[in-house]
């Protein structure tokens, strides 16, 4: 994997440091993690499950839009269903959603940059 840069963000992000925090980005304060339509059919083609099934399992419905569900590991500390907590990887990695593909250039840290730095040592300064 290469460093991967956006023209809107100040900083990098480089793929091979993510094994020195082991899944910062997939557990703490309980959140949405958002799924659209395609996603949610790859995810289920993934899994080898019908998406019926997949919304039975894994989802929750806010509002008109879906969230993966997390499971709690300790006292307002949680993760995404998905997360590998032994292997301390994401378990649909090839299927996860955009706003994990994303990561770490999300509009939040545009405002509160100093965060990501905090939660992510794969973010380096440009």
Known sequence: MSLLTHKEF???????ECAK???????G???????NKDELQNLAKLLNISIEELGRHYLKKVGYKYSIVEKKIAQDNYACIFFDLEKRQC???????????????????????QEVYEECPAVKPL
Not at 10 to 16: L, Q
Not at 21 to 27: D, E, L, S, W
Not at 29 to 35: A, C, L, Q, R
Request: glycine share 4%; net charge negative; proline share 7%.
């Open 10 to 16: 100040p900083y990098s992000f480089d793929a091979n």
């Open 91 to 113: 378990s649909v990695y090839e299927a996860r959603p955009s706003q994990c593909r994303t990561f770490p250039f999300w509009d939040y840290f545009k405002k509160n940059e």
């Open 21 to 27: 925090c082991q899944g910062n980005c997939c557990i």
């Open 29 to 35: 304060e309980s959140g949405y993690i958002w799924i």
